[in-house]
């Protein structure tokens, strides 16, 4: 079983900035991607970033492309969510995700995924 480790995260204003970082236990084998979910009350989760681990591919939900980044580091089995110009509605919990083992491109669904995050709260006050 690999647990990922999320930090960052908090109470912030509309335009700042934050990072999500996402830890698998380092040497971990095999990950494939790892993505970014995130769900406010009442919602469902929805997708929001992923990136495969070997060649960097990307993919971004259309409500934060642009404004926000995914990046992975290896050596780490870190993946990290760069988030500028927040808005308020960026506000829910964050789960970031880990496909590890069989590959299956570039999952932009939960069910692509087969490791979670705990979930970290992000707050946009106005």
């Known amino acids: 079983q690999v647990q990922l480790v999320q930090s960052g995260g908090g109470l912030v204003q509309v335009g700042d900035s934050l990072r999500l970082s996402c830890a698998a236990p380092r040497g971990t084998y095999n990950i494939r991607a790892m993505g970014w979910f995130r769900q406010a009350p009442g919602e469902e989760r929805e997708f929001v970033a992923a990136i495969t681990w070997i060649g960097g591919d990307t993919s971004y939900a259309d409500s934060v492309k642009g404004r926000w980044t995914i990046s992975r580091d290896g050596a780490e089995s870190t993946v990290y969510l760069q ?3 927040l808005k308020t509605e960026d506000t829910a919990v964050y789960y970031c995700a880990g496909r590890i083992g069989v590959s299956v491109g570039l999952p932009l669904t939960t069910s692509g995924y ?10 946009v006050s106005s």
């Open 114 to 123: 087969n490791y979670w995050g705990q979930g970290t709260q992000v707050t």
């Open 83 to 85: 988030m500028n110009s």
